[in-house]
């Protein structure tokens, strides 16, 4: 802003805004509204977190999950609900578990050595880390989207068709160009490739690669997609797609998504957990974490107050 | 409260407006002043300077909102940050009114509609100090951040009220005891009224502060907390 002629003043004239202002951020008086967990006020380590971390019709329920590398403890007690149809965005800096955690949800963790998972996850109310459950089935529900689209090195149809064929879900050819045709509808690319279905994967831009990931994990009818950070290897149009594509979506599916953009977060999430140093923060709707943050750490995230 | 960003040019642009705003209350504070002088000792001069200066609050309040819808525009505030740029976005708005107000009472100076009698003059003396206090009281609190200021700005603007309607009530009176100058009577209500409603301008201003000063997460969560 240019310089405005500085007007002469008298009574509350000039100011001391600048340098008041430091000071004043730091005297914060208590407004009372908000209860602080005693744990948090000593301490203590422990899983309690800010926010409502509940919902009442959970598809995943995770009570006290810790993961552990080796000794590290990448997350620490964690709990929280996934809803059902429900778009629940996971921030928080580098480092901070939100990835680690997200692993947990279909056990992608399993194949890291020396990786240990505590405390319970479920899905529909069975246990995900049962020993005698087919990971693979389990898979097959929680579909997952990774930063880099990673689309095997086949045809576009071939990509789509290679889950429902080795869970079996069809039973004809028919049907499963059916199954193919409505995945890639579904993702928003159908009219893009419907005439160049055999055509290499690799061929499409990263965003029509993106979202035929997506109608890759459609294809097998999941209830849970896991993103990690899907859009920030795209540009701001195939970015918006996606987001187009999430908001579709959580019509007959629950996203967990991990992202580096709190304004993505803040567009496409219902629920909105805030991880810092392998906790959860703050876990709460969307439209009140980023208007009235409850706890100090999320609102200096939000707020661009790092370290 | 609207420092610490780890980008410190979005600390020094909140910064900028946070004083602007202050400046730009300074010189409203000084019109009302001017103004309130200019009818009790019916100076043409003096209202015709308040007049005069008039267009420099109007280009403080478009330089403002410029630099505020940048501000959203580029910055994407959220929390305490989004609430502290729509309070000041209102403050403006506020004092935009409250220099109106003043143009308003410098008018009736230089229309000569009447010259207030004695008792009137006293009674526009006392209800103005009263209004440039309460303006600079709430200015003060904006300018350092201070609820507690707030909130006795918002107490004390019943006691202008009060004053106001005791004020209304005595010239009402010596309207009726000498109705050949009604006229007179007339401007002075109007100038009353003005005054009043640069203590409701202050008070908003205070109000605005708390919305500010209310946000923002618990105290007690800090850092050294994890």
Request: hydrophobic share 40%; charged share 25%.
């Amino acid at each position: 802003m240019p310089e405005p002629r500085r007007a002469e003043v008298s009574g509350a004239g000039g100011s001391a805004a600048g340098q008041h202002a430091a000071e004043s951020g730091l005297d914060l008086k208590p407004s009372g509204r908000v209860h602080v967990p005693s744990s948090l006020e000593d301490g203590l380590p422990t899983g309690a977190s800010v926010g409502n971390a509940f919902v009442d019709d959970p598809v995943f329920s995770c009570r006290d999950v810790s993961v552990f590398y080796g000794d590290k403890e990448a997350v620490r007690s964690v709990t929280l609900d996934i809803g059902q149809r429900q778009v629940l965005a996971a921030i928080g800096p580098s480092g901070c578990g939100k990835s680690t955690f997200l692993r947990c949800l279909n056990r992608m963790n399993d194949t890291i050595p020396g990786a240990r998972v505590t405390g319970t996850i479920t899905l529909d109310g069975q246990d995900v880390y049962d020993r005698r459950r087919d990971v693979a089935q389990l898979r097959a529900r929680i579909g997952m989207v990774f930063q880099r689209p990673n689309p095997f090195p086949k045809s576009i149809y071939e990509n789509v068709a290679y889950g429902p064929r080795i869970h079996k879900l069809t039973r004809s050819r028919a049907d499963l160009d059916e199954l193919v045709c409505t995945s890639l509808q579904r993702a928003g690319l159908w009219s893009e490739v419907k005439d160049r279905l055999n055509t290499l994967a690799t061929g499409l831009s990263g965003g029509q690669q993106q979202r035929l990931c997506i109608a890759r994990s459609l294809a097998v009818q999941p209830e849970v997609i896991l993103m990690d950070e899907p859009c920030s290897a795209l540009d701001p149009i195939a970015t918006a797609h996606i987001e187009d594509l999430i908001d579709e979506l959580r019509a007959s599916l629950a996203i967990v998504i991990v992202t580096h953009s709190m304004q993505q977060a803040a567009r496409v999430s219902e629920r909105t957990a805030y991880f810092h140093m392998g906790r959860l923060i703050e876990i709460g709707d969307t439209d009140d974490v980023f208007t009235n943050p409850q706890h100090r750490l999320t609102e200096d995230y939000i707020t661009g107050r790092f370290g | 409260m609207l420092e610490g960003h780890t980008a410190r040019s979005f600390d020094g642009a909140l910064s900028s407006l946070h004083v602007h705003v202050i400046e730009m209350g300074g010189l409203v504070l000084d019109q009302v002043r001017e103004a309130t002088r200019a009818y009790t000792d019916w100076d043409t001069q003096c209202a015709e300077r308040v007049i005069a200066r008039e267009p420099a609050i109007n280009a403080y309040e478009a330089r403002l909102d410029d630099a505020q819808l940048t501000l959203i525009a580029r910055r994407q505030p959220v929390a305490s940050d989004l609430k502290a740029i729509i309070a000041m976005s209102r403050a403006v708005a506020e004092l935009e009114r409250a220099g109106d107000e003043a143009k308003k009472i410098a008018r009736t100076v230089l229309r000569l509609g009447g010259r207030p009698g004695p008792a009137t003059s006293r009674d526009a003396r006392h209800l103005g100090q009263l209004a440039v206090d309460l303006l600079r009281l709430s200015l003060e609190a904006f300018d350092v951040l201070d609820a507690a200021l707030a909130a006795e700005v918002i107490a004390r603007d019943h006691d202008l009220d009060a004053e106001y309607g005791a004020g209304l009530r005595r010239l009402l009176t010596r309207a009726m005891e000498d109705p050949r100058h009604f006229d007179v009577a007339l401007d002075a209500a109007f100038v009353l009224k003005s005054l009043e409603r640069i203590g409701d301008h202050a008070r908003n201003l205070a109000r605005h502060l708390l919305s500010i000063r209310t946000a923002g997460p618990h105290p007690a969560q800090s850092k050294r907390m994890i």
